[in-house]
């Protein structure tokens, strides 16, 4: 077992933690308890200027400048095969199904958002069966105003497919404008 500091260590050398080398990470060992060298072999980077120095903090509003930059085409292509309605000014969006009946929609990708949220009326109009969460949360915008809705006391378990790929998420449930919102947690 590693200790925090060698686990700073081998992130910063960029080490696998299970086979500690430093042709690939952690994540391409398939089975648990697998310590053989993977098949795949992860890319590096070409040269230490491809990679932003830790020093400097992230700017998302240099980055959302960025995005606007782009045509409509660039964007979609930037961030895979999408219709191009998912795509514009300010959001992304990507289809997925959700619950076990299969329900289409397009989620909204939000980094800003901690966490995975469903409309109110849209659980409501589609009946998932909501849970109590044992602590309110209280529903803070981007800017740390508090939400219209006020606290969040109930949620949703529900199954969620995107490109073919299923995961059992918990939904926060809220007065949101997007069916669905995916968090920078998902991402």
């Not at 830790?54 to 995005?67: A, C, I, V």
Request: net charge positive.
């Amino acid at each position: 077992r590693l200790t925090e500091a060698q686990r700073e260590q081998y992130k910063k050398e960029g080490h696998c933690f299970v086979c500690r080398s430093k042709e690939h990470l952690a994540n391409v060992h398939k089975k648990k308890g697998n310590t053989k060298k993977p098949f795949a072999k992860v890319r590096k980077a070409k040269d230490d200027e491809d990679l932003e120095s830790e020093e400097e903090e992230f700017d998302s509003d240099k980055e959302e400048e960025m995005f606007k930059q782009l045509t409509l085409d660039e964007r979609v292509e930037q961030f895979g095969e999408l219709e191009g309605d998912l795509v514009n000014e300010q959001s992304l969006f990507i289809p997925v199904t959700i619950g076990w009946q299969d329900i289409e929609t397009k989620a909204l990708i939000d980094s800003r958002c901690i966490g995975k949220i469903m409309s109110n009326k849209f659980a409501q109009k589609h009946k998932f069966p909501t849970h109590r969460l044992p602590k309110s949360i209280i529903a803070r915008t981007a800017d740390g105003t508090i939400m219209k809705g006020g606290l969040i006391t109930h949620c949703v378990y529900a199954k969620i497919k995107i490109k073919g790929k299923a995961k059992f998420h918990r939904f926060v449930l809220a007065n949101v404008e997007d069916n669905v919102i995916l968090g920078y947690d998902w991402l």
